[in-house]
């Protein structure tokens, strides 16, 4: 399977990392890209250090995490800027909702935007993971909108029904929510019912 992974600027890079680690360990080839604002919160939540560059926060991010590629913001040769490559599934996450609104607006200022668009123009499936409370009326109506589309929106709000005793427990909730929607088998969090 070939994943587009796109980090933008919304907090919950923890979710990012971890779903990063899922995919990969699922054999899957993920291209992933990061915004500008979503280096600045990888910085800060995983590392602690808001000033910390972007080749250096990339680079710890994928360091021993097999069948990555990091590709630019504004690299439009990738395969993920096109509809004519095969990309199997597209996550954003966490999806900011600057980012949100952009992919509504059919706007493309970078490749994170444009591997949505992609997705939708092409009926693949996109999965969109916001993490953002209050949500306000325009957010709302930019999300309706994506789902209309053909997104899936899955947001970071973890249930508790799996007994959660760890921070690492609440994220692993959302990416098996994730990986769920790529039809990417996942043993995270287990079943209802098991």
């Known amino acids: 399977m070939k994943v587009f992974l796109g980090i933008t600027g919304a907090s ?3 979710y990012a990392a971890r779903l990063l680690q899922a995919l990969s360990a699922s054999g899957a080839e993920i291209g992933v890209c990061i915004s500008d604002a979503g280096v600045q919160v990888c910085a800060t939540e995983l590392y602690g250090d808001i000033a910390l560059p972007r080749d ?4 710890r991010l994928v360091e021993g995490i ?3 590629e990091v590709v630019g913001l504004r690299d439009y040769t990738t395969p993920y800027a096109s509809g004519s490559a095969r990309i199997d599934g597209y996550v954003i996450c966490p999806c900011s909702m600057s980012t ?8 493309m200022a970078n490749l994170v935007h444009r591997a949505a668009s992609v997705a939708i123009k092409e009926e693949r499936k996109l999965v969109l993971v916001p993490r953002e409370t209050p949500l306000s009326t325009i957010h709302l109506e930019n999300l309706l909108r994506l789902r209309r589309a053909g997104a899936t929106v899955v947001m970071a709000a973890p249930g508790f ?3 959660p005793q760890t921070v690492d427990d609440l994220v692993n909730f959302v990416v098996a929510r994730c990986l769920d929607q790529l039809g990417i088998d996942q ?5 209802w019912g098991q």
């Open 187 to 191: 043993t995270l969090v287990s079943r």
């Open 161 to 163: 029904y799996h007994a």
């Open 100 to 107: 949100a609104a952009s992919i509504a607006a059919g706007a």
């Open 66 to 68: 097999d069948g990555v």
């Open 12 to 14: 919950g890079a923890p």
């Open 56 to 59: 250096e926060v990339t680079a």
